[in-house]
């Protein structure tokens, strides 16, 4: 127990939808650049076998592509074929031996931010002419900077097929078992690419009105529910500002988080930016907070906040003052991947973590390991 025997928020159950986490921290989807043709390799066995040992809430795994041409780069994980929905099993089974870690996957499209190079190797785009590039999609043929490779604007067909992709890649996450579904419609990739007027400059009912540009994530999310278990939550991130002048902003944001409210949608997740070079973030800590409480505000469905959330007394204030319903967490659990362990010492709470590690709590204080 923690001051005067409150209990912490950050270590009370939330439920998404029909899922029930045992606490409030999130994992959040992190790129590895690791998988060859779209598969698992053992590099994510290892690393998510490693975040599932964290005692976090829930673990969503990284973006992963419905489509090869739906990669950010040619190291990306897909959900596409056999091929890839077996390796990703042999990955999952294997971390499912030793974890009951609630296991969530991120599908993704990354449009006309698709055929780059791995980040490390910092080659940025990569011509579709190149054995690694390929030739990009997007609302409008409207490159992402100077930098980058002109895409070729998406017919209705490609349309359709896209909503078909996701709805595809759904049903294979189902069969693997996962718990959870995260429409990736942030940072800058496909769906942002249809909400925002900045890049999506379309005459027909994809493009124009707010309502027309959020067209495609209304039945991206319709063909999604429709394929995956209906006791499995289905949510999604979403940017909820591109940080421009006359772009995607958090007044369009409420819009659209009300319109998918409505039609069911378990959770969403607050994140904002990656549309558009011209961006000015202000980068602080809670930084995208005030987004995520402006959001939960105007919704029914869970909110959960993200964006340089470090402390734990942070992540508990934002809980308890009602900011958030959720926090997640990216590069801090990477760089300390046991933080719910320290962060429930903290707080005065205790958080699952395996039999082979519970004689590691620290010496002559409680353990908040069990």
Excluded at 21 to 47: F, K, V
Excluded at 85 to 110: C, E, F, W
Excluded at 220 to 248: Q, Y
Aim: aromatic residues 6%.
């Amino acid at each position: 127990m923690h001051q005067g025997s409150v209990m912490s928020q950050l270590f009370s159950p939330l439920s998404l939808g029909k899922l029930s986490l045992p606490n409030r921290i999130i994992i959040a989807p992190m790129c590895q650049y690791s998988a060859i043709n779209g598969e698992a390799t053992d590099w994510h066995t290892i690393h998510l076998g490693q975040l599932s040992l964290s005692g976090a809430g829930l673990l969503i795994m990284e973006a992963t592509a419905v489509s090869p041409e739906g990669r950010i780069s040619y190291g990306d994980l897909g959900l596409w074929n056999n091929e890839t929905q077996q390796a990703l099993g042999k990955t999952l089974n294997a971390v499912r031996q030793y974890s009951d870690m609630p296991i969530g996957i991120q599908l993704a499209h990354a449009g006309r931010k698709a055929s780059t190079g791995k980040p490390w190797d910092d080659v940025g785009a990569i011509s579709p002419s190149d054995k690694n590039g390929w030739q990009t999609i997007a609302p409008s043929a409207q490159a992402y900077d100077e930098h980058s490779f002109e895409p070729v604007e998406m017919s209705k067909a490609d349309i359709g097929q896209l909503i078909a992709d996701f709805a595809s890649a759904a049903k294979r996450a189902d069969e693997l078992g996962l718990d959870l579904i995260e429409l990736h419609g942030a940072h800058g990739y496909l769906l942002h690419q249809f909400l925002s007027p900045l890049s999506n400059k379309r005459d027909d009912e994809y493009g124009g009105s707010l309502q027309n540009r959020m067209r495609i994530v209304m039945e991206v999310f319709k063909a999604v529910r429709a394929e995956f278990n209906s006791n499995k939550p289905v949510g999604i991130r979403i940017s909820a500002t591109d940080w421009v002048e006359r772009g995607w902003d958090l007044e369009q944001s409420i819009v659209l988080a009300k319109a998918l409210d409505e039609l069911g949608c378990d959770f969403i997740h607050v994140s904002t930016a990656g549309l558009s070079p011209l961006q000015q973030i202000p980068v602080e800590p809670c930084f995208q907070v005030p987004f995520a409480t402006a959001i939960k505000q105007a919704v029914n469905m869970p909110v959960i906040a993200v964006g340089l959330i470090t402390e734990a007394q942070q992540a508990e204030n934002i809980l308890s003052e009602h900011k958030a319903d959720a926090v997640a967490l990216a590069r801090g659990i990477l760089y300390n991947p046991h933080w719910p362990w320290h962060a429930a010492a903290e707080l005065g709470a205790t958080v699952n973590a395996p039999k082979q590690y519970l004689r590691s709590g620290p010496h002559g204080k409680p353990s908040p390991i069990k």
